[in-house]
Nanobody, 125 residues
Framework: QVQLIESGGGLVQAGGFLRLSCVASAHTSGTYAMGWFRQAPGKEREFVAAVNWNGGTSAYADSVKGRFTISLGRANTITLQMSSLKPEDTAVYHC???????????????????WGQGTQVTVSS
């Protein structure tokens, strides 16, 4: 079983920057597609960003495109760099992993069997 641990959340003012990290146990870039999702209070969990198993392709929600970047870090890690943060970005951010069976990335919650517990991001206005 894959264990995922997120870190890097915090409180920032609008326009600020945060870098989230997700560390996966027994993970290699050739094994898992990865994604970031977020959930605000009272709302459904929504797609933020995803990357395929080797980092060759990625996708972003329209609401974060141009501001957020998903990337592969050191062994068994992925990051989400968030710039120009807005109050509407406030949410718990979750890392997710899916065993790679193709070169695809995945944007649906239902595609991911492994989830981290989340890290809180709060953006003040």
């Amino acid at each position: 079983q894959v264990q995922l641990i997120e870190s890097g959340g915090g409180l920032v003012q609008a326009g600020g920057f945060l870098r989230l990290s997700c560390v996966a146990s027994a993970h290699t870039s050739g094994t898992y597609a990865m994604g970031w999702f977020r959930q605000a209070p009272g709302k459904e969990r929504e797609f933020v960003a995803a990357v395929n198993w080797n980092g060759g392709t990625s996708a972003y929600a329209d609401s974060v495109k141009g501001r957020f970047t998903i990337s592969l870090g050191r062994a068994n890690t992925i990051t989400l760099q968030m710039s120009s943060l807005k109050p509407e970005d406030t949410a718990v951010y979750h890392c997710a992993a899916k065993p790679a069976v193709s070169h695809n990335y995945y944007t649906s919650i239902d595609d991911y069997p492994y989830w981290g517990q989340g890290t809180q991001v709060t953006v003040s206005s």
